[in-house]
């Protein structure tokens, strides 16, 4: 039971450039997130999923897509990287967003765009 | 909009003594969940607590345990006998019950704190 994963650990980027993060779990948890992490901003969320097919922007969204095609995946894609988007990034899942239920997170991804 | 507050952006403890962390949150709504996050330095997020708003009893978990007064909407964690291993970021969050768009954490922004030897 792996748990949440997500890769590449680290990555630098070139303005401009694209590419995905990848974030999958074992757990068959419905519903899966990815946040962003700033100093001093806490964590803030991009994009959430209560399930596979449905995906819904979060509170900073611009800049990134999500998709859900399974309930194991949640690849998170930068369009055109820029500076702004340097940062910590979190995939997250749980059984589901209606209660107590634990969400568990991923080891985050150091992106940094230059 | 609900809003987690962590008034203090960092905290310094000496090793075995107790420390608090405070936490305010606002919400119209009667039945939510709040969380406590610990963020090592390794980066990798761990549940410390959590506590359901209708228990009007403290959630405790061995050395942690939290103060929660749903009326004054705080929700503050109580950090026992500290360890060095104990130093942190410290997240308080917040989750209402009713699902959907609004179902997601809510965070505050983190009291990071130091424990001294």
């Known amino acids: 039971n792996a748990g949440v994963t997500q890769t590449p650990k680290f990555q630098v980027l070139k303005t401009g450039q694209s590419m995905t993060l990848q974030c999958a779990q074992d757990?068959?948890?419905?519903?899966m997130s990815w946040y962003r992490q700033d100093p001093g901003m806490g964590l803030r969320l991009i994009h959430y999923?209560?399930?596979?097919?449905?995906?819904d922007q979060g509170e900073v969204p611009n800049g990134y897509n999500v998709s859900r095609s399974t309930t194991e995946d949640f690849p998170l894609r930068l369009l055109s990287a820029a500076p702004s988007q340097t940062s910590v990034y979190f995939c997250?899942?749980?059984?589901?967003?209606?209660?107590?239920?634990?969400?568990?997170f991923g080891p985050g991804t150091r992106l940094t765009v230059t | 909009a609900q809003t987690v507050t962590q008034s203090q952006p960092e905290m310094s403890v000496q090793e075995a003594e107790t420390v608090t962390l405070s936490c305010t949150y606002d919400?119209?709504?009667?039945?939510?969940?709040l969380f406590w996050y610990k963020q090592p330095p390794s980066r990798q997020m761990i549940l410390v607590i959590r506590?359901?708003?209708?228990?009007?009893q403290n959630a405790t978990e061995n050395r942690f345990s939290v103060n929660f007064q749903k009326a004054a909407k705080s929700f503050s964690l109580k950090i026992s006998d500290s360890q060095l291993g104990d130093a942190a970021m410290y997240f308080c969050?917040?989750?209402?019950?009713?699902?959907?768009?609004?179902?997601?954490?809510?965070f505050g922004k983190g009291t990071k704190l130091s424990v001294k030897p």
């Open positions: 999923s209560v399930g596979a097919g449905i995906t």
């Open positions: 919400t119209s709504e009667s039945d939510y969940y």
């Open positions: 969050a917040y989750r209402t019950s009713y699902g959907g768009s609004q179902g997601n954490l809510i």
């Open positions: 997250a899942s749980s059984r589901n967003n209606r209660g107590g239920y634990e969400q568990y």
């Open positions: 506590q359901e708003a209708y228990k009007q």
């Open positions: 757990m068959n948890h419905e519903y």
